[in-house]
Protein backbone atom coordinates (compact mmCIF):
# COMPACT_ATOMS: atom_id res chain seq x y z
CA UNK A 1 0.00 0.00 0.00
CA UNK A 2 2.95 2.43 1.03
CA UNK A 3 4.38 1.59 -2.83
CA UNK A 4 0.96 2.89 -4.34
CA UNK A 5 0.83 5.73 -2.03
CA UNK A 6 3.75 6.91 -3.35
CA UNK A 7 3.19 6.49 -6.71
CA UNK A 8 0.43 8.36 -6.22
CA UNK A 9 -2.70 6.02 -5.64
CA UNK A 10 -4.59 3.65 -8.04
CA UNK A 11 -5.31 4.75 -11.19
CA UNK A 12 -8.11 2.17 -12.56
CA UNK A 13 -10.13 1.80 -15.82
CA UNK A 14 -14.19 1.79 -15.38
CA UNK A 15 -16.06 -1.12 -15.24
CA UNK A 16 -18.31 -2.52 -17.49
CA UNK A 17 -21.40 -1.66 -14.64
CA UNK A 18 -19.64 2.03 -15.32
CA UNK A 19 -18.29 2.00 -11.63
CA UNK A 20 -14.62 2.73 -10.93
CA UNK A 21 -12.29 4.32 -8.23
CA UNK A 22 -11.71 7.66 -8.87
CA UNK A 23 -8.02 9.03 -10.70
CA UNK A 24 -6.11 8.51 -7.72
CA UNK A 25 -8.07 6.93 -5.40
CA UNK A 26 -6.06 5.09 -2.63
CA UNK A 27 -3.47 7.79 -2.64
CA UNK A 28 -3.73 8.95 1.21
CA UNK A 29 -2.56 6.97 3.72
CA UNK A 30 -5.56 6.49 6.51
CA UNK A 31 -3.08 4.87 8.91
CA UNK A 32 -3.55 0.92 7.76
CA UNK A 33 -5.80 -1.83 6.17
CA UNK A 34 -9.43 -1.85 7.76
CA UNK A 35 -9.41 -5.23 9.94
CA UNK A 36 -10.76 -8.46 8.73
CA UNK A 37 -14.34 -8.53 9.25
CA UNK A 38 -14.09 -12.41 10.04
CA UNK A 39 -13.22 -13.82 13.63
CA UNK A 40 -12.81 -17.07 14.55
CA UNK A 41 -13.62 -18.12 17.70
CA UNK A 42 -16.05 -20.67 19.75
CA UNK A 43 -17.71 -20.40 22.74
CA UNK A 44 -17.33 -24.11 23.93
CA UNK A 45 -14.66 -23.30 26.77
CA UNK A 46 -16.27 -25.48 30.39
CA UNK A 47 -13.29 -26.14 32.20
CA UNK A 48 -11.17 -23.22 31.77
CA UNK A 49 -9.93 -21.73 35.03
CA UNK A 50 -12.51 -19.29 35.45
CA UNK A 51 -15.34 -22.42 35.10
CA UNK A 52 -12.92 -24.83 37.57
CA UNK A 53 -12.57 -21.89 39.81
CA UNK A 54 -16.35 -20.87 39.92
CA UNK A 55 -17.10 -24.77 40.70
CA UNK A 56 -14.37 -24.95 42.97
CA UNK A 57 -16.24 -21.93 45.32
CA UNK A 58 -20.05 -23.10 45.04
CA UNK A 59 -20.76 -20.32 42.50
CA UNK A 60 -22.81 -20.30 38.47
CA UNK A 61 -20.61 -19.73 36.13
CA UNK A 62 -22.28 -17.11 33.53
CA UNK A 63 -23.96 -19.02 30.43
CA UNK A 64 -23.35 -16.93 28.06
CA UNK A 65 -19.21 -16.68 27.92
CA UNK A 66 -17.86 -14.83 24.81
CA UNK A 67 -14.92 -16.26 23.52
CA UNK A 68 -12.00 -13.65 24.79
CA UNK A 69 -10.62 -13.24 20.88
CA UNK A 70 -13.89 -11.10 20.41
CA UNK A 71 -13.48 -9.00 23.16
CA UNK A 72 -9.79 -8.16 22.06
CA UNK A 73 -10.51 -7.90 18.38
CA UNK A 74 -12.77 -4.22 19.46
CA UNK A 75 -11.06 -3.20 22.61
CA UNK A 76 -8.24 -3.04 20.17
CA UNK A 77 -10.14 -1.59 17.14
CA UNK A 78 -12.17 0.99 19.08
CA UNK A 79 -10.07 2.25 21.95
CA UNK A 80 -6.28 3.16 22.74
CA UNK A 81 -4.33 2.33 25.96
CA UNK A 82 -5.97 4.37 29.13
CA UNK A 83 -9.01 4.94 27.78
CA UNK A 84 -12.34 3.81 29.49
CA UNK A 85 -14.27 1.07 28.84
CA UNK A 86 -17.97 0.47 30.27
CA UNK A 87 -19.60 -2.84 30.40
CA UNK A 88 -23.19 -2.95 31.10
CA UNK A 89 -23.98 -6.47 30.60
CA UNK A 90 -20.93 -7.97 32.12
CA UNK A 91 -21.78 -11.45 32.89
CA UNK A 92 -18.25 -13.18 33.33
CA UNK A 93 -16.43 -10.06 33.18
CA UNK A 94 -13.94 -10.83 29.59
CA UNK A 95 -14.30 -7.33 29.03
CA UNK A 96 -12.41 -6.42 32.17
CA UNK A 97 -9.34 -9.18 31.83
CA UNK A 98 -8.90 -7.68 28.15
CA UNK A 99 -8.90 -3.98 29.23
CA UNK A 100 -6.58 -5.21 32.07
CA UNK A 101 -4.05 -6.84 29.49
CA UNK A 102 -4.49 -4.28 27.03
CA UNK A 103 -3.99 -1.46 29.38
CA UNK A 104 -7.67 -0.19 29.29
CA UNK A 105 -9.59 1.59 32.37
CA UNK A 106 -12.80 -0.62 32.61
CA UNK A 107 -15.86 -0.65 34.74
CA UNK A 108 -18.34 -3.39 34.79
CA UNK A 109 -22.18 -3.96 35.98
CA UNK A 110 -24.11 -7.08 36.20
CA UNK A 111 -27.64 -7.41 37.24
CA UNK A 112 -26.54 -11.04 38.84
CA UNK A 113 -24.56 -10.71 41.86
CA UNK A 114 -23.77 -14.20 41.53
CA UNK A 115 -22.03 -13.64 38.38
CA UNK A 116 -20.20 -10.38 39.06
CA UNK A 117 -18.41 -12.79 42.09
CA UNK A 118 -17.55 -15.32 39.89
CA UNK A 119 -16.08 -12.92 37.34
CA UNK A 120 -13.22 -11.97 39.86
CA UNK A 121 -11.40 -14.83 38.52
CA UNK A 122 -10.68 -13.30 34.84
CA UNK A 123 -9.18 -10.31 36.71
CA UNK A 124 -5.03 -10.99 37.52
CA UNK A 125 -3.91 -10.56 41.01
CA UNK A 126 -7.63 -9.81 42.19
CA UNK A 127 -8.66 -8.83 45.72
CA UNK A 128 -11.15 -8.80 47.42
CA UNK A 129 -11.88 -5.74 48.73
CA UNK A 130 -15.44 -5.38 49.38
CA UNK A 131 -16.24 -8.68 50.91
CA UNK A 132 -19.66 -7.57 52.00
CA UNK A 133 -20.13 -6.46 48.67
CA UNK A 134 -18.98 -9.25 46.90
CA UNK A 135 -18.84 -12.13 48.60
CA UNK A 136 -16.18 -15.03 47.64
Excluded at 15 to 31: E, I, K, Y
Excluded at 44 to 58: E, L, M, P
Excluded at 115 to 131: E, M, Q, T, W
Aim: proline letters at 6%.
Amino acid sequence: MLKLISRGGEFRRERPAGHGATQGAFGRDNGGSIPSNLITATNSASNDYYHRQCRQHNLPPHPATIDERVVDFFVRMLTDEGDLVADFLAGSNKVGRVCEALNRRWIASEKALAYISGSKFHIPGYVNVAPDICPI
